[in-house]
């Protein structure tokens, strides 16, 4: 008589709840939190050096139309607003220089949480620029909030760096 049969004389689902069993075990083998931290620095960094990299003619050459986005088009939304950007050539270097910094440390992950808690805060700002852009702004912030949270993960250069101090 088959072994798998129950008292009620139906199969018991011995070999999908096996088969599950083993596809989870694979699967928090694959997903490990440093694969997880280390995506997610990714994904996070991407759409910044995308910004960054657009802003850039050269070796600190900003691009005419980074200066003119910051003097004409772009407005914070602010109560009693739309204002002006205060010194937007200022501005528009120190947005494009953040954007390619930021995101080379946080994939290296080097200074994490200080890199992500910068990118949360330019995130911000991007917020009260384009306020239309929620959704996809509060996806970056809890990206931002998560690698803050749980830090960079095994596979940054601030656990390598930590790992050597001890």
Avoid at 76 to 94: C, E, M, N, Q, T
Avoid at 144 to 165: E, N
Wanted: with cysteine.
């Amino acid at each position: 008589m088959n072994s798998e049969r129950t008292a009620s004389g139906g199969a018991e689902p011995r070999g999908i709840s096996s088969l599950f069993e083993r596809v989870n075990a694979a699967l928090r083998t694959i997903a490990t939190p440093s694969l997880t931290q280390i995506v997610l620095r990714c994904a996070l960094a991407v759409p910044f050096w995308r910004s960054g990299v657009n802003k850039w003619d050269g070796f600190l050459q900003l691009n005419d139309v980074a200066v003119l986005l910051f003097t004409s088009e772009l407005k914070l939304h602010l109560p009693g607003g739309p204002y002006d950007f205060p010194a937007p050539g200022i501005v528009a270097f120190a947005s494009g220089s953040a954007e390619i910094l930021l995101p080379i440390l946080l994939v290296l992950g080097l200074a994490t949480r200080l890199t992500a808690f910068g990118l949360l805060l330019m995130t911000l700002v991007i917020q009260l620029t384009v306020p239309d852009g929620w959704p996809l702004h509060i996806t970056w912030a809890a990206m931002a909030l998560g690698i803050m949270a749980w830090g960079p993960g095994r596979i940054s250069l601030d656990h390598w760096i930590g790992t050597r101090r001890r």
